[in-house]
């Protein structure tokens, strides 16, 4: 069926009034502030029309780039291929965000309903041999053009895109292909929305109060309203949001409590019932391969790391397998202390996964005489955040002015901002999306409704979205976080400051590797605790005295203590997602989570520690985004933590010519440089791995260099 015909079919089917409404927001100006979108006015079938509009508009503009009888150039094919899309990217860009924190039936329907049709659209562009064609002339004669360094790039992204895209395959190939994609794309959606299901209405309900011993009081309060929400007052209940359920596992006495949800947590995905992804993840994984097969690769992994920096899955697995065996011996050592923790008790069994975290918090405070309970009343949500843009001024001269009561909202406990440069001018709109709730997606991520652009001369400036599930305020008691939830936010402020800073013309150059995309929200968690922005944020939300400096010391002596748990969850889930989509062939029985097991005990992961996400909850790589490329955080980490160390070099951890080049050189330039020439242009040499193992307590005497795409010996 030709696409104008399938879209013409696909509103009628929807309701054929859907086509002709006149009110739709989504289709006009916003009439708001710096043009937010007015979210309390959209619809869900506005949503419908502005999508179909949205992909026949572009329809429209590429059939218009095709009959264009000038002679193919930079401007008549390029940029306008480039800026086609407008509609579509608004609408998909209000909705995206909406969707994934606060997602609805409805709103899963439609992904559904539209995922064939975003498929077919854009296999429409990229398998088009006419604008191909255009592209290629374009690309084969740029020299001709004098076009600046930005431009390059856009024509080398949007002809690899074409390429990648399956532009050169033979007819039946690319009918093969848009198959595949269109099958890929549904099974992401449905693996996703299974595991959003399975994380907000998965339960562990306890009848008694003494069950619960251990566990900070503002936690038992928020399991005691949760089981109101749900119709059973008088009892405690936790779902699979880690703000829930990773204090029973840290704090909770009741070790059959502590197997109950930590069992619940990690088969998420893994029931045998409806929302079960086992089936789902192997489809996934043998469709990729095929895909891969189909574009001239060996496997999946091939194909994805193409484009990456680190270009082959030997240099992936050269760096994962550089730090795995320090890991594991810190892990196994950790252990130690943990046997030794259960002996003090009186007991005298082996160590289960569901004892991890509470006996190495226990050996931590052994250890150290910390206690993490201590340290969270220092640590209220709102004073972190204005820690957080403490160091934003200070490293760049942002300031923040709070417009939560004058901005369109699109969540109640959503607050936003105006973000000023150093010149005055307004340089992005921020938006917060601290706490948890129904129809919100799992852990934490940086979205926009509105990304960096031009309109002639004029910077579109963008809207930046933080989403994370946070400690809630409790009774009495403020939202006070854990030393983890304050890391996780300056984290994702950091993609927020990437995000603010962007600075270029074309769509087309926005986007960084994935493996470099971790740098300005992983360099960021390094000012979190340093003594001087404790200072400003960490007060007491009683009595507001600032963190007494012994408790500082002990933050800072204790922070490389668990590590080697931290590190080894982090890699076996990375190795799993490499071993997936390494494979050359794909069993037609092949069970992922036999598939997991089998491989990481070949690798000789202790039986207590289960990689951070299991196949079946592992969204970063099933959901799409992160497809062989979990890796790129252990990636990353080799760049942030050599980059703060430039920091940490000069004396001064706000070294004003160290952040104007990290600004410069890392933060505005979207994708116009490469990953490893914007690192080295703000270095000033490659980045160095031992930096990274004296983060975790890892280091070995060995230091080692990052190197275009591979790791070599200094």
């Known amino acids: 069926m030709k696409k104008h015909l399938l879209l013409a079919a696909f509103a009628l089917g929807l309701g054929g009034h859907c086509m002709a409404q006149t009110d ?77 924190s606060n997602s609805t039936v409805e709103m899963r329907a439609l992904q559904k309903e539209l995922s064939p049709l975003f498929s077919a659209h854009n296999d429409d562009i990229y398998l088009n041999p006419l604008l191909f064609d255009k592209v290629k002339q374009v690309y084969d004669n740029r020299e001709k053009f004098g076009l600046d360094k930005e431009q390059n790039k856009v024509l080398d992204n949007i002809y690899k895109r074409f390429v990648r895209g399956g532009a050169n395959l033979s007819d039946a190939q690319k009918e093969e292909l848009r198959q595949l994609n269109s099958e890929i794309s549904m099974l992401q959606i449905q693996f996703s929305q299974n595991l959003m299901q399975e994380t907000n209405n998965t339960y562990v309900t306890v009848d008694k109060i003494e069950e619960l011993e251990g566990l900070p009081e503002a936690n038992i309060a928020a399991a005691a309203r949760m089981a109101e929400a749900n119709g059973q007052p008088g009892k405690w209940m936790f779902n699979m949001q880690r703000p829930s359920c990773n204090p029973v596992l840290q704090y ?154 004058e901005f369109p909202v699109y969540e109640s406990s959503a607050q936003s901002w105006e973000v000023i440069d150093k010149d005055g001018k307004v340089l992005s709109i921020f938006y917060s999306d601290y706490y948890p709730r129904d129809g919100k997606g799992a852990g934490a991520w940086c979205t926009g409704f509105r990304g960096q652009s031009y309109n002639g001369e004029e910077r579109v400036i963008p809207i930046v979205v933080n989403v994370c599930n946070m400690n809630t305020p409790s009774g009495d008691k403020p939202a006070l976080q854990s030393i983890d939830n304050v890391e996780t936010m300056f984290h994702e402020f950091g993609h927020a400051l990437h995000s603010f800073m962007r600075d270029v013309h074309y769509n087309s150059v926005s986007s960084v590797e994935r493996d470099f995309v971790e740098l300005p929200s992983q360099i960021n968690e390094h000012w979190a605790f340093e003594p001087e922005v404790l200072e400003v944020y960490a007060k007491h939300y009683q009595t507001g005295e600032t963190i007494p400096m012994e408790l500082v010391k002990k933050i800072e002596e204790s922070s490389k203590y668990g590590q080697g748990f931290a590190t080894v969850e982090y890699l076996a889930a990375s190795l799993t997602d490499m071993d997936l989509h390494t494979l050359k062939e794909v069993p037609a029985d092949l069970n992922v989570m036999d598939f997991e097991t089998e491989r990481l005990a070949a690798r000789g992961i202790p039986s207590q520690i289960f990689p951070r996400y299991r196949v079946t909850n592992f969204s970063h790589t099933m959901g799409g985004g992160y497809t062989a490329g979990y890796y790129s955080y252990m990636w990353a980490e080799v760049l942030d933590c050599d980059g703060f160390q430039a920091f940490k070099e000069t004396g001064d951890l706000f070294n004003q010519e160290m952040a104007e080049k990290f600004r410069k050189y890392v933060l505005t330039p979207g994708g116009i440089d490469d990953g490893m020439t914007m690192y080295k242009n703000f270095r000033g040499r490659e980045p160095k791995i031992d930096a990274l193992l004296e983060n975790r307590g890892l280091l070995k005497k060995e230091a080692k260099v990052l190197k275009d795409g591979d790791i070599e010996k200094k």
């Open 24 to 100: 739709n927001p989504l289709l006009k100006e916003y009439d708001t502030p710096y043009g937010i979108a007015p979210f309390d006015k959209i619809t869900l079938d506005n949503y419908r029309e502005g999508f179909l509009r949205g992909m026949e508009e572009q329809k429209q503009e590429v059939e218009a780039i095709i009959k264009n009888r000038a002679v193919p150039d930079f401007e008549n094919t390029i940029a306008a291929l480039d800026q086609s899309g407008k509609l579509l990217r608004k609408v998909q860009s209000t909705f995206g965000p909406i969707s994934s």
């Open 252 to 405: 909770c006495k009741n070790r059959d409590l502590r197997r109950r949800v930590y069992e619940a947590y990690y088969n998420r995905g893994n029931q045998g019932n409806e929302y079960d992804n086992k089936e789902i993840a192997r489809k996934l994984v043998t469709l990729r391969l095929q895909k891969a097969k189909l574009m001239g690769y060996e496997d999946y992994a091939s194909m994805a790391l193409d484009d990456r920096m680190a270009k082959t899955s030997d240099n992936v697995y050269r760096l994962l397998d550089q730090v795995w065996t320090p890991a594991v011996e810190k892990a196994k050592e950790e252990l130690d202390d943990i046997r030794a923790e259960i002996r003090k008790e009186g007991y005298d069994f082996e160590p289960a996964g569901w004892d991890y975290m509470y006996y190495l918090d226990k050996a931590k405070q052994a250890k150290y005489a910390i206690d993490e309970n201590e340290v969270r009343p220092y640590l209220e949500i709102n004073n972190v955040l204005k820690g957080i843009f403490y160091v934003a001024n200070k490293l760049y001269g942002l300031t923040f002015r709070e417009c939560t009561s």
